[in-house]
């Protein structure tokens, strides 16, 4: 055989390589990211991340997971394959390589428009060293990262979020949430601190804000228990970043 025609083979065989891998200029992987099911697009299960994308593929159609919810897991997708060329906008999703194996279920829970008893210690309550900056609003869902100290790796938790709807804090209607941490067992001394995820159904909260407000952004604090008085009946306060939502840009 001709040179030519080896050459020809090998850059055959590069270009099929190439496009089972998918263009590395165009290929991105992402880990540990916040999503929530929904069935009724697309092929029946997709995927929505944050910033409004749905992702989905094939083998994702089995995953043993329901709609509405709250996960994380890890995908890849080639924003240059002809499927994804526009985004998606055609059927409603792009087609990506989903790690199922990777997919891990978030605790969900509702908000109360009860300010909760901010004052003293509830049962089995504990206290975050830290909340942090991270964050994902999905579908209505806002997705948080509480860091624990002297946490159990097989334990439960359950979380609180409440907020008084008539209080505003300065000028720039900024929103006070509280958020308490309880544990659902007896806490073995570990010393172990974990990140534990949770997600939280705002959608009411924020479409409620919104419309009294008259705006698509909304602003708000999210209080934690940090730590108890020295009476150990009373709760230490602290308080996290402004955490801002924008409807426009999560339709």
């Keep these: 055989m001709g040179k030519k025609g080896l050459y020809g083979i090998v850059a055959l065989c590069l270009l099929m390589f190439s496009s089972c891998l998918g263009d590395p200029a165009t290929s991105l992987t992402m880990a540990n990211q916040a999503g929530v099911v929904v069935t009724n697009v697309g092929p029946g299960k997709v995927i929505y991340v944050k910033g409004g994308e749905a992702v989905t593929s094939d083998s994702f159609q089995n995953a043993n997971v329901e709609d509405g919810d709250c996960i994380l897991f890890d995908y890849s997708i080639d924003y240059g394959a002809t499927e994804n060329v526009d985004g998606g906008s055609a059927v409603g999703y792009m087609t990506a390589t989903i790690y199922e194996n990777t997919i891990t279920e978030v605790g969900h829970w509702n908000i109360f428009s009860t300010l909760t008893d901010t004052a003293n210690v509830k049962a089995n309550e504990l206290t975050l060293s830290s909340l942090q900056a991270r964050s ?13 100290k002297n946490h159990d790796a097989n334990q439960k938790d359950s979380f609180a979020l409440s907020y008084d709807p008539l209080q505003r804090l300065g000028v720039d209607q900024v929103y006070s949430l509280y958020l308490r941490t309880f544990s659902l067992e007896e806490q073995s001394q570990t010393n172990q601190t974990m990140i534990v995820p949770c997600a939280f159904d705002i959608e009411d909260f924020i479409n409620a804000v919104s419309e009294k407000n008259g705006t698509d952004e909304i602003k708000f604090r999210i209080n934690y228990a940090s730590a108890f008085g020295k009476d150990s009946l009373s709760v230490v306060w602290k308080s996290s970043d402004i955490f801002t939502i924008n409807l426009s840009e999560n339709k």
């Excluded at 994902?136 to 624990?148: P, Q």
């Design 136 to 148: 994902a609003y999905i579908k209505g869902n806002l997705f948080l990262f509480t860091e624990i």
